[in-house]
Nanobody, 124 residues
C-alpha cells in the first residue's frame, strides 16, 4: 500500500521558518514528479511547489517564490519543503502529492497519491 506521510508542521510566528518532510512508502517515486499543495480554511486546495524526478526542475506558486524551496532525496523516497519568511496567509493544511506517470510537473495534470496533510499555522 502506497503511503505519503507528512511531518514538520506546527505553529510559528510571522517571519519564522518551518521545514516540511514527506516520506513515501509502498513504491518508489524516484522517476516521478512530486509536489506540495495547501488548503486554507474556506478555500480550495492550491498548488505550492513541485519538483521533477531528478530535482533538476522546480516549480513554485507566485505567492511563495523566493521564500519556499522544494527539494528531494530519492535515496530516501522523501521530498521536503523549506518555508522561510512565513506569513499569516501561509496558514493552511499542507499536502504532499506524487505522480505515478509524469517525470515533470505540469499544471492540470493529476497527482495520483496524496498524504493526509500537516497543519501549518503562522501567527501575526
Amino acid at each position: 500500500q502506497v503511503q505519503l506521510v507528512e511531518s514538520g508542521g506546527g505553529l510559528v510566528q510571522a517571519g519564522g521558518s518551518l521545514r516540511l518532510s514527506c516520506a513515501a512508502s509502498g513504491r518508489t517515486f524516484s522517476s516521478y514528479a512530486m509536489g506540495w499543495f495547501r488548503q486554507a480554511p474556506g478555500k480550495e486546495r492550491e498548488f505550492v511547489a513541485a519538483i521533477s524526478w531528478s530535482g533538476g526542475s522546480t516549480y513554485y506558486a507566485d505567492s511563495v517564490k523566493g521564500r519556499f524551496t522544494i527539494s528531494r532525496e530519492n535515496a530516501k523516497n522523501t521530498v521536503y519543503l523549506q518555508m522561510n519568511s512565513l506569513k499569516p496567509e501561509d496558514t493552511a493544511v499542507y499536502y504532499c502529492a506524487a505522480s505515478a506517470s509524469d517525470s515533470y510537473y505540469s499544471p492540470g495534470r493529476a497527482m495520483h497519491y496524496w498524504g493526509q496533510g500537516t497543519q501549518v499555522t503562522v501567527s501575526s
